[in-house]
């Protein structure tokens, strides 16, 4: 059960589009569509941003989006806005019938 | 409103037990699977554990295998993790988590913080 692998950090200013990689195995992000992905503000609960890969829950903004190609999933926050700025990890259901979150990522809007 | 209401955290000597409770509210606890999720100060978020509705299938991390169980009171609209064998490292937040299909982690607790130190 090792933890999905996501870049430690990524930036952008407001406007930009950024992009955050989750990269697992044929055993989880690979195996199926049970990826999601959470933002994280400093002192709060996650919330759900992306479930299916790629499905926005209600009340997410459309600026957030995900996709899978092969083992590797990713967020892609389009338009950057201040309130961006926060942790953000991805999860994935795996073929043990377990879950996996990835190591995180710092989202800096510059 | 869905609410949790988590308790029982605290500090724990190495070795010793711990039973946190998640009580739940706003919608129909006995049919989502629930999850435990920790997360180490300044670390990362960790999954734990899952229950299904009606407790008949329970899988756990192989960090906190054969120490923590996870059960569920459904006339009680409560979640709990039995922690057995306390170590260092289980030090962290642990919040509940509702599942509302697949592997959705849609609402989450404000978690309770579980210290284990000497």
């Known amino acids: 059960q090792s933890a999905l692998t996501q870049p430690a950090s990524v930036s952008g200013s407001p406007g930009q589009s950024i992009t955050i990689s989750c990269t697992g195995t044929s055993s989880d992000v690979g195996g199926d569509d049970y990826v999601s992905w959470y933002q994280q503000h400093p002192g709060k609960a996650p919330k759900l941003m992306i479930y299916g890969v790629r499905n926005r829950p209600s009340g997410v903004s459309i600026r957030f989006s995900g996709s899978k190609s092969g083992n590797t999933a990713s967020l892609t926050i389009s338009g950057l806005q201040a309130e961006d700025e926060a942790d953000y990890y991805c999860?994935?259901?795996?073929?043990?019938?377990?879950?996996?979150f990835g190591t995180g990522t710092r989202v800096t809007v510059l | 409103e869905v609410q949790f209401v988590e308790s029982g955290g605290g500090l724990v000597q190495p070795g010793g037990s711990l039973r946190l409770s998640c009580a739940a509210s706003?919608?129909?606890?006995?049919?989502?699977?629930m999850h435990w999720v920790r997360q180490a100060p300044g670390k990362g978020l960790v999954w734990v554990s899952r229950i299904n509705s009606d407790e008949s299938a329970r899988m756990y991390a192989d960090s906190v295998k054969g120490r923590f169980t996870i059960s569920r009171d459904n006339a009680k609209n409560t979640l709990f993790l039995q922690m057995d064998s306390l170590r260092a490292e289980d030090t962290a937040v642990y919040f509940c988590v509702k599942d509302d299909h697949l592997w959705q982690l849609s609402t989450w607790g404000q978690g309770t913080l579980v210290t284990v130190s000497s």
């Open positions: 706003g919608f129909p606890f006995s049919t989502y699977w």
């Open positions: 999860n994935s259901y795996t073929s043990s019938r377990t879950g996996v």
